[in-house]
């Protein structure tokens, strides 16, 4: 029973990793980098300059000319907040002091304009806006590549993704099954064995980050719930946009709420910022809000808010209001949603590394690229497993046209992904900045050489283009840091004399991923090059008769 049960799970985490394999691949290779998508597109946008962190010297006297800043050019505003200098956990920038206000709404409107402005913290004066970076895609386009796909409508685009995730779950679950060894397989590895090193190759890496892989496949489906299951919501609320509007405000109804007008408070803030900062530590208040908030009535609120707060801390609460007037504590706002919302905000925490700092989004990357390794050995070892069985049938593995496909398509995906990813930072470099619609055209970039390598990959014999592949990545992803040091001022020389660690950190991931091409180059070079094969065979042919002839 136990060895029909393996069987049956082995089929099964067999065809479920091939049909969905290509998809997850993209799926990894675009989200992984996900975890720096701020820093990816602060570095696609050079024009922005390194500025020295300003510090609040007289924080109380800070205040005051913030206030009066936001009585000048807001008045009788639906919320003030004042932004104190602080570097953002979910931003991952150093955010400036300065102010932003939200006016009250025109008739028939749900909300007002909103503005915001950088100011001196000692004079209070207006700090000009800067240079305009250049328009770009940056890395929050390449993330939501990974859930979104692209050049498709986004319900088809989430729902594909969504099906291709329910698929991996299955997979890990009924591979964790089905090798019954997979612990010990764990520790084994035999190099130079064909099949038996893709086995061993896929093991190791799925067993590495197994915890990963189960929590980031988990977590994407739980937090899409109600997009991949709609029909709790269709049969209470109705299936049309206009009925699910009631749905909306029992979940968000801090979004629904209707504006008061707000005056300038009557309590120095200095003292409810020093009562925050008892309860969170010093330097954690990261903005200053005035309205009327939820729960408070006709009450006017002071409302101060963690820099580094998450849904993962249970422990310590995320805003603390305090009276305007009086400065006397208010209670918390009520939460919405229960515990299913509380539940779906950790599951995206989670999913999306929104509680960790930059050493915890490391971990994320390099459990995200261990993702894309797991994913890519098992498409191989499948072609492995096909070609060795032809071969062993009597069957010319070439005249099969399946098992050319996917040979093929594992290398323009495995090679030639990684390689389309490189030439989207290039063309953020090497496009025109005057260009019209330059975003997607950085992104048909990417694209579009992905599809050359699909055609390179059809042209050429496979053991050519698996490695000549891997040598154009390895060229592409070196060329980048070149690339920048020629058409811009934030290379590497100046970036790590500025102490500029995002910056630097960029151009040295890319040197990174070009040695990591470079490795597997040079190992597909060894594993598949045929002359070396037969110099191989020709060698112990030789070897033989000598063995032979000292034997007898």
């Known amino acids: 029973m136990f060895s029909s049960l393996r069987q049956c799970t082995s089929w099964l985490h067999t065809w479920t990793g091939l049909i969905v394999g290509w998809v997850l691949f993209f799926v990894f290779v675009t989200g992984t980098p996900g975890y720096f998508q ?4 602060r570095w696609m946008q050079p024009e922005l300059p390194m500025v020295p962190a300003r510090v609040l010297e007289n924080r109380a006297a800070s205040f005051e000319l913030a206030l009066d800043r936001l009585q ?21 920038t150093w955010q400036e002091f300065g102010i932003g206000w939200d006016e009250m709404p025109p008739d028939g409107h749900d909300r007002g304009p909103s503005g915001s402005e950088k100011l001196d913290p000692a004079t209070g004066q207006v700090l000009p806006s800067g240079i305009e970076p250049r328009a770009t895609a940056g890395g929050r386009t390449l993330y939501q590549m990974h859930y979104l796909l692209h050049y498709m409508d986004f319900d088809w685009g989430i729902r594909i993704v969504g099906v291709c995730t329910m698929l991996m779950l299955m997979a890990i679950v009924t591979g964790v099954i089905t090798h019954k060894k997979i612990f010990k397989d764990f520790f084994t590895f035999r190099p130079g064995k064909g099949q038996r090193s893709w086995l061993d190759a896929h093991n190791a890496v799925s067993v590495m980050a197994l915890p990963f892989f189960l929590m980031i496949t988990y977590s ?10 709609p029909a709790g919501i269709n049969a209470i609320y109705g299936s049309d946009q206009q009925s699910r509007k009631p749905y909306f405000a029992e979940i968000f109804p801090e979004f629904n709420r209707k504006p008061v007008a707000i005056s300038r408070p009557g309590t120095p803030l200095l003292p409810l910022v020093a009562q925050a900062e008892a ?8 903005t200053i809000g005035v309205m009327h908030n939820q729960g408070a009535g006709e009450v006017q609120a002071v409302t ?12 310590r609460p995320q805003t603390l209001r305090f009276d305007a007037r009086s400065g006397a504590p208010l209670a918390p706002e009520p939460k919405t949603g229960g515990a299913a919302r509380t539940t779906q905000t950790v599951m995206l925490n989670l999913h999306e590394g929104l509680f960790v700092g930059a050493w915890g989004r490391w971990v994320y990357f390099f459990a995200g690229l261990l993702g894309c390794a797991m994913i890519g050995t098992g498409m191989v070892l499948w072609t492995v497993k096909r070609r060795r069985h032809h071969l062993g049938s009597g069957l010319e593995a070439t005249e099969q046209f399946g098992v050319r496909l996917v040979e093929t398509l594992n290398v323009a995906t495995i090679a030639g992904l990684p390689m389309a990813v490189a030439a989207y930072f290039l063309a953020n470099r090497l496009l025109p900045l005057d260009i019209t619609d330059r975003p997607a055209w950085e992104v048909h970039t990417l694209f579009a050489v992905w599809l050359g390598a699909l055609f390179y990959a059809l042209a050429r014999p496979l053991h ?3 490695i000549e592949l ?4 390895c060229a592409a992803y070196a060329l980048v840091p070149v690339i920048n040091a020629l058409t811009t001022d934030k290379h590497l020389l100046n970036t790590l004399r500025a102490g500029d660690w995002v910056l630097a950190g960029f151009d040295l991931t890319m040197w990174g991923m070009a040695a990591l091409l470079a490795l597997m180059a040079v190992k597909v070079k060894r594993r598949l090059d045929p002359s070396r094969a037969a110099r191989k065979a020709a060698g112990a042919a030789a070897a033989r ?3 032979e002839g000292s034997v007898a």
């Open 38 to 41: 701020i820093e990816i597109t």
């Open 72 to 92: 000048k050019v807001a008045p009788g505003a639906a919320a003030w907040r004042i932004n104190l200098p602080h570097e953002s956990l979910q931003s991952r």
């Open 545 to 547: 008769p000598v063995t």
């Open 464 to 466: 050519r283009a698996w």
């Open 220 to 229: 994407g489906l739980v937090f899409f719930l109600f997009t991949y299951m």
């Open 304 to 315: 101060l808010t963690r820099v580094n707060g998450s849904a993962l801390d249970f422990q």
């Open 470 to 473: 891997f040598r154009a990545g």
């Open 279 to 286: 309860v969170w530590g010093p330097g954690q208040v990261r």
